[in-house]
């Protein structure tokens, strides 16, 4: 065994000691003798962990971030890393998290730190927050104690490195696209947190409060997933060798698309796909663009008249009230379907719309059967 990988059996072992230290401190049964000397035993342990994390000289990853871990931090990864390895969930809710590592109420309430979005663990990327849908709904600012952590893939790859073993499954994530579905159903996804964020900012229930859910930390978890999200699907559409076999991509380049009128696009694919429905509220898709009340306001413009999607005729407005784009109802134009599935048809221009008006009002002549 080499020195490094000594190195780290032995904090690692330290750390399992001291959570079987912590569990048996929980044990209300306890003399205070026992208690007393269980507490002792875990200061020094701890101790010795700190000692080892000044003196350790990682290489690769957890070199680049060992300066900023304490040996509380350290514990902490510890723990997340034996849960991803042993149990069926890598999650653990915040308030197990922190009884696992501190012992008072005081410690407790100190070790609060440890789970904030701008803590040492969160800011690095080493420790992430899980938000599903209906959890975002109802997860309040100040709720870290009920919500759920793991451990982000990057550190279990680090320790493999010290361990001098390969990461799990290298890039795989990063890997191209194999074909459109693949890119439509990370869409999907993306599309599904947009929706999750504004049913917080702008539902009924929400969007009269004098204070606006933007600045919520639920929120702000759900933001940060869309921009991950995001990331990730522009990593893997720029290793592909030929963009343009995929017909998704074709359109949006040859139509300009910006990301925000793509999502557009896509919530009304994929409300017709899931529920047989081409039609949605404009306010809808406005909130759906919209990360803030600000947006709101600003983004207005994306569905005027003169825009691009309704200028280039991918966007179909309906029912609208005096002229106000905001009461009215969007659905694709019946070519652009076809188009993103890999048919290639051309929109009708204003002029061809003309004639095959002029057309229709025909049929209404006398004369029409006998001109067939």
């Known amino acids: 065994m080499s020195a490094r990988t000594a190195n780290l059996k032995r904090m690692l072992d330290l750390c399992d000691e001291l959570g079987s230290i912590k569990r048996k401190i929980q044990d209300p049964g306890l003399k205070p003798q026992t208690l007393t000397r269980l507490r002792k035993q875990s200061k020094q342990k701890l101790e010795a962990l700190a000692l080892d994390l000044r003196q350790s000289k990682f290489k690769g990853f957890l070199g680049t971030i060992q300066k900023e871990l304490s040996a509380e931090h350290f514990l902490i990864l510890a ?29 407790l309430l100190r070790g609060m730190e440890l789970l904030q979005v701008d803590g040492v663990l969160r800011s690095l990327g080493l420790m992430e927050q899980e938000i599903e ?47 459109q ?13 947009h929706q999750a964020r504004a049913g917080r900012l702008f539902s009924a229930d929400k969007w009269s409060r004098l204070r606006g859910e933007e600045s919520d930390r639920g ?27 995929f017909p998704l991509l074709r359109f949006v380049q040859e139509m300009g698309l910006s990301k925000d009128e793509l999502l557009i696009v896509c919530h009304l694919l994929f409300l017709e796909l899931h529920e047989g429905n081409p039609f949605e509220d404009t306010v809808v898709l406005l909130q759906l663009i919209s990360g803030s009340e600000e947006e709101l306001l600003k983004k207005r413009a994306i ?31 019946n070519w652009v379907l076809t188009r993103i599935f890999g048919g290639d048809p051309k929109p009708i221009d204003a002029d061809e719309k003309l004639e095959f008006h002029l057309f229709l009002k025909s049929l209404d002549s006398s004369h029409f059967l006998r001109d067939i």
Do not use: W
């Not at 991803?84 to 890598?90: A, E, F, G």
């Not at 709904?137 to 790859?157: I, Q, S």
């Open 79 to 107: 723990i997340l890393l034996r849960l991803h390895l042993r149990s069926d969930s890598p999650y653990i809710e915040g308030r197990e998290l922190l009884s696992n590592v501190f012992e008072t109420s005081f410690e």
């Open 303 to 333: 569905f005027h008249e003169k825009a691009l999607l309704r200028r280039k005729d991918i966007l179909e407005v309906e029912c609208m009230v005096e002229s106000r784009e905001m009461t009215s109802e969007c659905r694709l134009s």
């Open 219 to 245: 929120t702000k978890a759900v933001t940060r997933r869309i921009h991950r999200l995001g990331q990730e699907i522009e990593k893997r559409l720029q290793g592909l060798e030929n963009p343009q076999q």
């Open 133 to 179: 849908e209906e959890e975002a709904e109802r997860l309040e600012g100040e709720d870290l104690l009920e919500g759920r952590f793991r451990l982000c893939p990057k550190v279990l790859d680090g320790f493999l490195e010290e361990l001098g073993l390969h990461s799990r499954s290298p890039g795989r994530r990063r890997k191209p696209y194999a074909h």
């Open 181 to 193: 579905r693949e890119l439509l159903v990370d869409l999907k996804m993306l599309h599904n947190l």
